[in-house]
Each structure stands twice: as C-alpha cells, then as structure tokens.
Nanobody, 124 residues
Framework: QVQVAETGGGLVQFGGSLRLSCTVS????????VAWFRRAPGKEREGVAC????????MYRDSVKGRFTISRDNAKNMVYLQMNDLKPEDTAVYYC?????????????????WGQGTQVVVSS
C-alpha cells in the first residue's frame, strides 16, 4: 500500500526556519513526482513546491521562491521542504503529495497519494 506521511511542523517565529519531512512508502520514490501543498484557514489549497521524477527539476510558487527548497533522497524514500525566513502568511497545514503518472511537475494534472498533513504556525 502506497502511503505518505508528513512530519516536522510546529510553531515558529517570524523569520524562523523549519524543515518538513515526507516519508513515502510502498513505492520507489524515484518513480514519483512529488509536491508540497498547503491549505491556510479559510483559503484554497495551493501548491508550494514540486520535484519532478524525470530529472528532479523543481518548481515553486512565487511567494516562496528564494525561501523554500524542496529536495528528495530517493535512497531513503524521503522528501523534504526546507522553509526559511518564514512569514505569518506561511501559516497552514502542509501536505506532501505524489504521483507516478507524470514525470514532470509542469505536466501533473492531479496527485494520487497524500498524507494527513503537518501544521505550521508562524507567529508575528
């Protein structure tokens, strides 16, 4: 059974850092395009960062460029999201999602598996 599980969320002050981790099990990670999404209270789910399975190229939403970094360790089946210079508007539940159907972030139409999410709260 394919599963993903996120950890690493918490409470952090404005300007602080957190690293989120995503464990992917039941599938070989290098076959998966993976992404981090977030949902803030009262807002729509939005994509934050993505890593393509084809060449590990990445994509980011504009508001996190230069502050967030997505990375993967295929040998450990782990995906990470390093978040620096955090702002109150980054407060959200963060989800790790994966798909084996598309190999490039730009091609993904939907993700097939996702976890329960991890809460990030940034205080001002």
């Amino acid at each position: 059974q394919v599963q993903v599980a996120e950890t690493g969320g918490g409470l952090v002050q404005f300007g602080g850092s957190l690293r989120l981790s995503c464990t992917v099990s039941g599938v070989t990670l290098n076959s998966q395009t993976v992404a981090w999404f977030r949902r803030a209270p009262g807002k729509e789910r939005e994509g934050v960062a993505c890593s393509s399975s084809s060449d590990s190229s990445t994509m980011y939403r504009d508001s996190v460029k230069g502050r967030f970094t997505i990375s993967r360790d295929n040998a450990k089946n782990m995906v990470y999201l390093q978040m620096n210079d955090l702002k109150p508007e980054d407060t959200a539940v963060y989800y790790c999602e994966a798909t084996g159907r598309w190999r490039r972030c730009s091609e993904v139409q939907e993700y097939d598996i996702w976890g329960q999410g991890t809460q990030v709260v940034v205080s001002s």
